[in-house]
């Protein structure tokens, strides 16, 4: 009763000072623009934000402590104040050995995990020497054929003492058993592993594009790999439900959120499906984000991603162990914010992005290089992008508290705001029959289409200004880049044929022969899988046999 | 302004759009798609990791003005010469072909002088690609 009457009369002082202070101010300088909207195009409702504006909140119950139930302060208790979030720049190219080199270099500048990316025939499940291959080796990543080349990825790096995190998904389940076959082969306990593979499939259909198989048995081989996971690698993240992807092919934070969240809720109940009980493999369960150059909005969505996932594993599924609510993710500073023109300008752009991560309570971050719209980082641009979090985290100051921006009366609303929008794409993918129809029916597809075309015409239009790209424009200026020469697609292709010809091939046939089989029935594959890594059987090849079982995605090309 | 052009100006650009190599990246092309449909052209997308026989077969098919190829994997410089092969030997020598993506510079030199029309890179106004389509059409009738 006090509290309301006191909103009560903020609201009228608030009102007061609009019609009193604020009119005949704006009569003298109007406003710079007809609405102000975040770069999503979500509206800013008010001017200014007061205690008035946020009452529908309840602190114990919709904001609460970090650590507990909503966590919308936080996931962990002490957070940063206890252990800065892992910085984890995302690293691969051209073969094994250039990328363990990398990984090195940054581990000697800092870097306290690893992050592997892979190249696209690695992502599509080709082998370096398949003809769709023609051009693609060690480009975009690094290539891995077979076992051997991840023994040469992680030479001299301690599997039990650093975590790593792998971006594959069709092919995930191959390449998390090379990792295991590999920790086997130096004789370490897979309890002592420590990492995340990326496995999300749905977000390959609604955003990334890197598919194999149809949707339900790419879903079985998720199952099929956090089942595995929960049991023999504790420590092991099986998943990772992306964002990141959605929001780099055009979706605005609210549709990144919606889609993710869905996709999760997803893989959740597929789980159940499976046979497994809430609380032996939500808190297992990971999540990865993209931070925009919106740096209220993007922290907002941070808030209240935990909040909604809390709410929803907590109404869905009435877990016991509170670690099946609490939302852990990694984010990554926005690629596609990033300019071609004037590339020094994504130094900063990147600081922004990455202190909204950190001001939303990420568990892990990597920064984007200020060249990477042009190429893969040289080491020069890529340590800059280390050291802006090492800045953050050192210098900045935002460390010293938790969740420093709580309270805040715009972040508040602003966190509501965002969880309203995204209930309501919620709804539309239920109305559909869930995620996995939505997609078939090119839902979330289209509505990703629709907002990245906005976003074109208001810059063209320059309703939103991007410096240096339509407005403060300058000559074009050619910054050094990295150059990964046609001499490494050779060299791959000389390895994976010396692995086919140097390996046991009975062991080798027999292993595939049983994956076959265990494809067609029902149990779980990672067991089989592993073993046919450990005869060196390639990417391909164990992608091949699961496709003579499984079948293969085909998109409809909609725009 | 003769006949035949003026023929022409009533008939609408032919597009074929395509992404070639491995990579998924379909936020250009789409982008693309919708702005030279919404300037009036038939845009034909073809979808992700076509083939050059792929391309140059849906080419013939729907006999098109002009090919677009979206590639940001890295792969242009093996893609875009194996394409123009296919071209050439399907009787399709000389059909517009341009191409848009993360090129380097030096590539897009490269690119050129192997036949492709033109490279648009991150960036590029959707209302440049309209306006060179146009006048590069023109100018071949």
Known sequence: MIKNKRTEKIRAEKNRWIQNVLRPNLKLLPERLPVFTTVSNLLIDELLYAPSDISVLDYLKDIGFPGEYPFTRGTYPSMYRGRIWTMREFAGYGTAEETNKRFKYLLKKGQTGLSVAFDLPTLMGYDSDHPRSTGEVGRCGVAIDSLSDMERLFKDIPLDKITTSMTINAPAAVIFAMYIALAKKRGMRLSQLGGTIQNDILKEYIAQKEWIYPPRPSIRLITDTISYCVKNVPKWHPISISGYHIREAGATAVQELAFTLVDGLTYVDACIKAGMKIDEFAGRLSFFFNSHNDFFEEIAKFRAARRIWAMEIKERYRPKDFRSMQMRFHTQTAGCSLTAQQPYNNIVRTAIQALAAVLGGTQSLHTNSMDETLSLPTERAVTIALRTQQIIANESGVTNTIDPLGGSYFVEALTNKVEEEAYKYFKKIDDLGGMVEAIQQGFPQREIARSSQWYQRAIEKKEKIVVGLNEFMEEEEVIETLKIGPEIEKRQIKEVKGIRKKRNKKKWEASLERLKGAAEGKENLMPYIIDAVKAYATVGEVSNTLKGVFGEYKEPALF | ?141
């Open chain 2, 1 to 141: 302004m003769n006949i035949k052009s003026r023929r022409y100006s009533k008939k609408r650009i032919r597009v074929l759009l395509a992404k070639a190599g491995l990579d998924g990246h379909d936020r250009g092309i789409k982008i693309i798609a919708m702005a030279l449909r919404d300037a009036g052209m038939e845009v034909i997308y073809l979808g992700l990791r076509q083939t050059s026989e792929e391309i140059v077969n849906a080419a013939l098919e729907e006999d098109v003005d002009v090919i677009g190829i979206s590639l940001l994997s890295g792969a242009h410089n093996q893609i875009f010469p194996r394409l123009l092969k296919v071209m050439k030997t399907s009787g399709l020598k000389g059909r517009l072909l341009i191409g848009g993506g993360i090129i380097p510079k030096q590539d897009i030199a490269f690119l050129k002088k192997k036949g492709v029309a033109e490279m648009f890179t991150p960036g590029t106004n959707t209302e440049e690609i309209v306006r060179f389509i146009k006048k590069a059409v023109e100018k071949k009738i």
